[in-house]
């Protein structure tokens, strides 16, 4: 724990009170998972025991593969379908099994705090601790919160923002803008070196193109459709496509003669994040913060289909800022994509002014932050 936190918070008694058991849940998709995580290793390096609480996603077990020092559990995944459907019964049996197991869970672990990072995969564990009696939190990453949220926000001590303009979501909550965490690997690296990794020319703009966790396809085919367009650019990629289009990427970049980098998924994104100029992607918060935690200018193409829009309410937010160019799926072709990227490549002093933009809207210390917040309403209920 920080001096910063006891002299602002309390006395070397509270030392002994804010030293928590608690519990994340933050299964289900890598939006909710590695902000999470990124919370848990703050919570672990000041002193607190902590507890991840996932889904039984293959996403989840790799993202813990290599974290054995977390103590996790796995909970059914919950996510809710049209109320007119008849999985509607499914869900209902699904929540309540994994209400039940959190409940088990909490007996034995006796959490002072749950944190509950969004999605119904943990609405369960924060209705499990309120109904324990213990301090819960949700934090909303998004510009436009889920359903999950907006219901999970009545049974909370405070919600936790990654975006100031999601607070009017919540009118009836106490709110607190901490950002949205990033992991704690996630630091820049130097670029030559990177570059050489993975076969790149140090005297090239790099374009770094993902597509995120879900809904990769459509950028994938923006990219390809764009290649002929890009012949001749002073231009090399990385192209992180998923495994379903790693083959077909990778014979357009050889047929267009564009050079490049092709993966289907790569585990270090530090190293991806410091090898780029700039960035073609979705926007998912998650990813945002990490972009501008590399301080990376995009062009993003939100996800068409993803609830509430939210992707696009996230990237108009990065617009504004003169850190991102918008683009929508419906209204892109390849020739639009191409021309976007030539203009970057070909006025450095653009690309230098967005990614200044865009490293103003990384908060300092994301996940100290919500552990500083989880601290302080745990030690005033403590107290009480």
């Given amino acids: 724990m920080t001096d910063e936190f006891y002299k602002a918070y309390g006395s070397a008694e509270d030392r002994k009170l804010t030293l928590m058991n608690a519990v994340i849940a933050c299964g289900g998709t890598g939006g909710h998972l590695f902000p999470g995580i ?28 290599g974290r054995a020092s977390f103590r996790f559990e796995k909970l059914p995944t919950v996510g809710l379908p049209s109320p007119f459907s008849p999985a509607i019964l499914g869900f209902v049996r699904r929540f309540y099994e994994s209400l039940s197991l959190c409940r088990s869970i909490y007996r034995n672990f006796k959490p002072q705090v749950v944190l509950g990072m969004g999605g119904f995969t943990s609405t369960a564990p924060v209705l499990a601790g309120r109904m324990r009696g213990v301090t819960t939190f949700i934090h909303e990453s998004n510009a436009v919160p889920g359903k999950a949220n907006r219901l999970t926000a009545r049974m909370v001590r405070a919600v936790m923002l990654g975006f100031k303009e999601c607070a009017p979501f919540f009118p009836k909550a106490r709110t607190e803008f901490t950002g949205t965490p990033i992991r704690t690997e996630l630091k820049p690296l130097d670029r030559q070196v990177v570059r050489q990794k993975f076969g790149l020319r140090h005297d090239l703009t790099t374009l770094l193109v993902m597509g995120g966790s879900q809904g990769a396809s459509g950028i994938n085919q923006a990219m390809i459709k764009s290649l002929p367009f890009l012949q001749g650019a002073s231009l090399q990629v990385i192209h992180l496509s998923g495994a379903r289009d790693e083959r077909l990427v990778a014979d357009n970049y050889r047929r267009e003669n564009v050079p490049a980098y092709v993966a289907a998924f790569y585990h270090r994104m530090e190293e991806v994040y410091s090898a780029a100029d700039l960035l073609v992607a979705r926007s998912g918060a998650a990813s945002l913060a990490e972009f501008a935690a590399f301080s990376l200018p995009s062009i993003l193409i939100p996800f068409p289909y993803a609830t509430d829009d939210h992707q696009t309410r996230n990237a108009e937010i990065y617009a504004r800022a003169q850190a991102a160019i918008l683009l929508k799926e419906s209204e892109l072709s390849g020739e639009l994509l191409a021309r976007k990227i030539r203009e ?41």
């Fill in 38 to 65: 990124a919370v848990a290793e703050v919570l672990r390096d000041r002193g607190h025991e902590v507890m991840l609480l996932v889904s039984e996603k293959e996403i989840d077990a790799l993202a813990l593969s």
């Fill in 344 to 384: 970057l490549i070909e006025n450095p002093e653009q690309i230098q002014r967005m990614a200044a933009n865009c490293s103003r809207l990384a908060p300092t210390d994301a996940a100290g932050r919500v552990v500083t917040t989880m601290e302080k309403y745990t030690t005033h209920e403590a107290r009480l």
